[in-house]
């Protein structure tokens, strides 16, 4: 380190000239200001001893406490004590322990300007939240309500694209990575109703953007967790919590106001590369001297990839691309919804989507929608008598329907462009079916659909949205368009038949801040209407209410229809926490 890092000695006090994005010269001043690493890594750059914190001086046996003072490490103090090393190894290895270090010689960070590595240790989303303080609470509630009763309400969760079922459940896996942690992380609070301040920090700590606000709830969070981690201790599973990870997130809210969101200096990205330059090399090899097959084969791969732009950079000739105008990063969710070109299924009969894709009341929804696009001076005739009149004299003149089983959402760029080889959310609306001698269940996903007039699903509020099931998306055939509709009216391409649950209260519940919702019945039956695809925002997750044992007869297949009652997922994703927490 002290060689790769020998270069700002001088640049950081002299300056170096650097020309910007634009092309203007600035004179700058390059500083080690940040150091991104694990616990270990930062206790072997810092020198401090196991156990303790690496940025300050809080005693080990209060790392449990929220409320227990500290000071960052004086970096002075420390300085002082290494310029001892020339007055002998015992004057060195006692002045080093006053100060609170291990007597290391002449780490990197002594001579370098204006630097302070106490300051530059920084927040670890990846070891100190998932791989640290989840692991540990997957643990104390797999002691708190046993491994059988856990594994058996991951089994019963309903699927949804942001949800990875774990099928043998969770308590048994081993050596979980990251990824898995944040798996489980999005249904964690739908199997164990507790602790729901660790979650919130989790997430507001991952935010792309942060103001005084967010940084008060990122810190209410996690005074939420400390007030309520006494359970543990009371039902004999923990002794303290004396863990430094924990301590670690106490500085969150000022190390993001030094070097701002965790997104900089995540280890998450600096680990994925350990399968790009590593795993992926080694197994190229044949395990035999491999360092030099490694190393000649990144050197081509790289060369491979050099060569592939510049073609494509020359086939695509001198097209003038349009400027580029960088923006700083916002809590908007940019996405597109598609639809395939042709239907999943050409022709489907109206008794096979009442049959197989479970939409019951299809035909008199359907009537529905056509008298109200018929009739649309009338601003929500939804569950008026003139309505039910009207559409009994609807007559459909089709027998079938072309009928899509997928909508995806796609990411958009900068630019608002869509990118479909990215997916970042997707509902599935599939009938049950026949495979071999048994019956493949139905899946039909849940959604959020924006019932409001304001598109912009945040200025609109979770007023306007209601969680919905579909359970058909089908288009009307361009032929009887002209016999169902007068000219003037514009018939929306793709249709959904939704079955609904229940408005949103309020206020969320005040134990764990989930929105409970339950199936609309209107007379003993499922309340359903069609809807335009364009209303549909995304996918949701619902959570059953287990109760306190899961009824054992229900699967992940049939929960949605076994359960009466379920709360709306919150963690689904980042886009749904900040929307309903």
Known sequence: MSRVLAPLKSVGL????????????HRCHLLFASFV??????????????????????EADEMGSNTAPYHLRRLREVLDALATLDEGSMSFVRACSAAGIKPIIHPFWEDLPFANVFCAITPDVLHQLYQGLVKHLLGWLK??????????????????HHIRLFTKGITGLSRISGTEHSQICHFLLGIVIAVHGLLDFLYLAQYPCHSSETLQLLDDALGLFHENKDIFIDLGIRDNFNLPKLHATRHYSYMIMMLGTTDNYNTEYTERLHIDYAKDAYRATNHKDEFVQMTRWLERKEKILRHDKYVNWRLAGDVESEPHHSRPPDMTFRRLQTMPKHPTAKAVT??????????????????RYITQLRHPEDPNPLHERALEILARDIHFPFR???????????SVDARGHGNATVTLDSVHARPQRRSGS????????TVLVNLGVNTEVVSAGIEALRVGQVRVVFSLPSKTLPLLFPPTVQVPSHLAYIEWFSPFALAPDRHHGLYKVSRSFLGGAKVASIVPLSKIVRSAHLLPNFGAVVPREWSSDTVLDDCDTFWLNSYLDRFTYYIFK
């Open 14 to 25: 002299d300056g170096i000239t650097m020309a910007s994005g634009d092309g203007t010269l």
């Open 400 to 410: 079938t329907l072309p009928v899509f089983h997928k909508i995806k959402w796609v």
């Open 350 to 367: 109206i008794d096979r989507l009442v049959d197989d894709y479970g939409a019951t009341f299809f035909c008199e929804a359907l009537a």
């Open 143 to 160: 002691a708190a309500c046993g491994a059988a009763e856990i594994d058996a309400r991951c089994r019963r969760l309903p699927p949804n």
């Open 438 to 445: 048994g019956l493949l269940p139905r899946r039909s996903d």
């Open 37 to 58: 690493g694990d616990y270990p890594e930062q206790l072997l750059a810092t020198g401090i001893k196991f156990g303790e914190c690496p940025k300050c001086d809080i």
